[in-house]
């Protein structure tokens, strides 16, 4: 079945940097948009970025261009989201998933937090 294991989360000073992976698995990865989305408690989820299937084409949240970097790696299933400079407002549970998505299946998410 469709998983999507997110990962690489952690606390994070401002102005730092973490990179984050989703492991994919059980679909055919590499035919698939690849999204990053984040949520934050009592707020709905918001979409961060996606990448096309050949990883040409990209494309961001205006708060988050420049600073993040989507990329993702056929061979192995996994998308990744290089995050730099970060800010307080940036702290979230961070989710991958396909586009579309398989029902309404979600991963666990990783959590960020950026905080002095």
């Known amino acids: 079945q469709v998983q999507l294991v997110e990962s690489g989360g952690g606390l994070v000073q401002p102005g730092g940097s973490l990179r984050l992976s989703c492991a994919a698995s059980?679909?055919?990865?590499?035919?698939?948009?690849m999204r990053w989305f984040r949520q934050v408690p009592g707020k709905e989820r918001e979409w961060v970025a996606d990448i096309s299937p050949d990883g040409a084409s990209k494309s961001f949240k205006d708060s988050v261009a420049g600073r993040f970097t989507i990329s993702r790696d056929n061979t192995n299933n996994t998308l990744f989201l290089q995050m730099n400079n970060l800010q307080p407002g940036d702290s979230a549970v961070y989710y991958c998933?396909?586009?579309?998505?398989?029902?309404?299946?979600w991963g666990r998410g990783t959590q960020i937090t950026v905080s002095s």
């Open positions: 998933n396909r586009n579309p998505p398989y029902r309404d299946y």
């Open positions: 059980g679909f055919a990865f590499g035919a698939y948009i």
